[in-house]
């Protein structure tokens, strides 16, 4: 045999083996729910899974995967004969189909499997009979295996089962997608069709004589090919849903099948750290995209590790503080609507955000004077910062020195985000959602003057107006009261994606957006509906501002830009806590106002030009001692400052600003050369909440840090 037809029976073998670890994983969390042996039916599907892994490793010529699964297949006859304990049956079981895992991926070597096989003999009093014995035990082939009861698991390797290439699946949701966009223009066409006839009509009622009566004839013909193409674009709609559902179920995958990865991964980390962890998991029957279970790979797995490490205490320190010794991580998961909501949690120490806001500050990452004023909640979300870690040395486990802003990274690429919930609570407790499906995307289609926006219906809590003149001012934020009576901060939507504001009417038009810990009212100009159509994301040479996440092509041809809802809520809040409109409605209209400050001539100039084409109102001084003059004599939105000046430099007119009550929130930019960490530590220590370096400096980075600072 060629090494090519070896090459394509091991890929085979792995696609077989991994969807037979999947189903004998539900079969374990089915023993693990009843608590005993005495499914009849689970026991012998365990038993038929295991000898068909082991028959198929024979002819793969993995002698690994044949040795576990044997061990495996001889000790479950043996419980079965004699009675076992159900928690040794479900923990052997467990170790058993994560040691096979690891032979499929090609990282575990045979003696460990041979070990294995060894450590199940005690447990058995038929470790030395044949194989051909314990083919005899195992369940029969063909017709004699039970037949499956209602609500049991169906066999991945039945009949009807078809492996398809990941690339085919792609395909058809390229043709989903165009067909949804395809469906979308019939609409737009079939209104401009209805419309047509509309104004046919009206100059037939005021023609007359033959020219009426003719006009009456073309009429009634378009009148009956426009109820006909309403009738097949009704038809077409139909059949653009159905085809639609059918790729979204053919693309789905059991979350249950990544649980055996999860648990090695909670099992190995333990182990590599001298804790006594155990994974439970609660995912039910809830089935996602592949591209989004392929994406919650490294998010999960680094939630995970980070649990043990960081949660899970040694076991010693445990029994000491009288509780078990072997510590639980949990994972649940829940579907409601479109987005599926996954939670990670540890009975473990707990965050402290006393520490984690004292290695913030160590770090440069923000000031003593940020922290001062940030509450627990806040001070949690510290860990998702690029750059942070309370990892006290760098290691495989703690993540190389990577904090969990990779976490937040790769869920949003999903169109997911990421939180902490109940951080001063006992254990730790993160929340992630994600869209269960990527072919379509149901939005909420708003309008600001210059652009259409597509909000997710997932984030959208509801849409209401308010008069200008209930805009409030509650804690220096600009605010309305929502449905319970709550105040709702409010910013505006052309504002947050860097448009000119236009003169707001009498009555805001606003969208609250929820992400389950953050509520926001963005004021938009119009809502034009709900729209469902394919979301794509931005080729990579298009700059992107942060919030946006891609743009979806609407049936007029008119492309709509689709927003990041969790980002959009981070940018209103601002880099390191809330920052938001502090002004009331009227006030809001006005141009901000901007101080730049630079002792060089070229600098000043050329910031002061960049600012006043973005429509921003543009003051300079020409060192720190005169920006302070200015900052008493006028109402500032911001300071852009360079740091070495005379008389008064950048950081010590920073820590002016910050020390003084009437400035202490007054975002300021340092703009300098110096890139060295110290200077840069400086500067935050300072207080300064961006720090331009002028050697990699250009008009979009300065743009960007304004836009996120007013």
């Keep these: 045999m060629s090494q ?18 999947e189903d004998l994983s539900r079969v374990v969390e089915r023993f693990a729910a009843s608590e005993t042996l005495g499914d009849a039916w689970a026991l012998e599907r365990a038993l038929r899974i295991l000898h068909n892994i082991k028959g198929a490793a024979r002819v793969a010529g993995s002698e690994g995967v044949e040795v576990v699964a044997h061990g495996l297949e001889e000790a479950l006859g043996a419980y079965r004969r004699e009675g076992a304990p159900i928690a040794d049956v479900i923990t052997r079981l467990r170790d058993g189909i994560g040691l096979i895992s690891r032979f499929v991926g090609g990282d575990a070597p045979l003696e460990a499997a041979r070990d294995f096989a060894s450590s199940l003999e005690p447990e058995t009093s038929s470790s030395s009979s044949s194989e051909h014995a314990t083919s005899a035990n195992s369940a029969p082939a063909g017709d004699t295996l039970p037949a499956a009861k209602p609500g049991a698991p169906s066999s991945v390797a039945s009949a009807t089962t078809v492996r398809v290439e990941a690339s085919r699946l792609d395909d058809l949701m390229q043709f989903a997608e165009e067909f949804l966009v395809a469906q979308g223009r019939r609409h737009v066409r079939h209104a401009e069709l209805e419309q047509c006839l509309l104004e046919l009509s009206q100059i037939e009622r005021a023609a007359s004589g033959e020219l009426r009566h003719a006009l009456g004839e073309v009429s009634r013909r ?3 090919l426009v109820e006909a193409n309403r009738q097949d674009v009704q038809r077409s709609g139909h059949l653009v849903r159905d085809w639609s559902a059918a790729v979204k179920r053919a693309r789905m995958l059991p979350l249950a099948g990544a649980v055996p990865q999860w648990r090695r991964t909670v099992a190995e980390t333990a182990h590599a750290l001298g804790r006594e962890a155990r994974l439970v998991a609660d995912v039910g029957d809830i089935e996602v995209d592949r591209q989004i279970l392929d994406g919650l790979r490294d998010p999960m797995l680094h939630l995970l590790r980070n649990a043990v490490d960081h949660g899970i205490e040694p076991p ?28 990670v949690s540890d009975d473990g120490r707990g965050m402290d955000a006393t520490e984690i806001g004292r290695r913030a500050v160590e770090r440069g990452i923000l000031s003593p004077e940020r922290l001062a004023r940030m509450n627990a909640a806040e001070t949690a979300e510290i860990v998702f910062f690029a750059g942070f870690s309370t990892a006290s040395s760098v290691s495989h486990v703690s993540g190389r020195g990577m904090g969990l802003d990779i976490v937040k990274q790769r869920l949003s690429e999903l169109g997911g985000h990421v939180r902490i919930a109940e951080p001063t609570m006992g254990g730790g407790t993160f929340r992630m959602e994600v869209p269960a499906t990527v072919v379509s995307t149901k939005a909420l289609l708003v309008r600001t003057a210059r652009t259409a926006y597509a909000l997710p219906t997932a984030y959208v809590a509801r849409a209401f ?21 709550e105040p709702l901060r409010l910013r505006w939507l052309s504002a947050l994606m860097q448009e000119p504001r236009q003169t707001d009417p009498a009555k805001l038009l606003v969208i609250a957006l929820s992400d389950g810990a953050t509520r926001l009212g963005v004021v938009v100009d119009e809502v034009v509906g709900e729209v469902e159509s394919v979301a794509k994301g931005l080729p990579w040479n298009i700059p992107r501002l942060p919030g946006i996440a891609g743009a979806m092509i609407l049936g007029s041809g008119v492309l ?21 409109e502090t002004v009331h409605a009227a006030e809001a209209m006005k141009k901000r106002r901007i101080l730049v400050v630079d002792d060089s001539l070229t600098s000043r100039t050329l910031e002061r030009n960049i600012l006043a084409a973005a429509g921003y109102d543009v003051d300079t001084a020409n060192d720190g001692e005169a920006a302070w003059q200015a900052l008493q004599g006028g109402a500032y939105d911001l300071v852009v400052s360079d740091v070495q000046m005379p008389r008064l430099n950048g950081v010590e007119l920073t820590q002016r600003i910050r020390a003084h009550p009437k400035f202490k929130s007054l975002p300021v930019i340092l703009v300098t050369s110096l890139d060295r960490p110290t200077d840069l530590a400086q500067g935050s220590a300072a207080g300064a909440d961006e720090y331009i370096v002028k050697g990699r400096f250009d008009q979009r980075k300065l743009l960007e840090a304004v836009a996120r600072l007013i």
Excluded: K
């Design 316 to 343: 010693e320190v445990r029994e000491r503080q009288g509780r078990p010794r072997m510590g639980t991580i949990r994972v649940r998961a829940r579907a409601p609507g479109m987005m599926v909501e996954l939670e």
């Design 222 to 224: 378009l009148d009956g």
């Design 4 to 21: 090519s037809d070896n090459d394509d029976i091991w890929a085979l073998f792995c696609d077989e083996a991994t969807e037979a670890l």
């Design 560 to 580: 709509a830009v689709v927003l990041d809802v969790p980002r959009l809520l981070d940018v209103a809040r601002g880099r390191n806590g809330e920052r938001t």
């Design 465 to 485: 107006r308010v008069a200008s003149s209930e805009v409030q001012v509650v804690d220096g934020v600009a605010a309305v009261p929502d449905a319970e009576g």
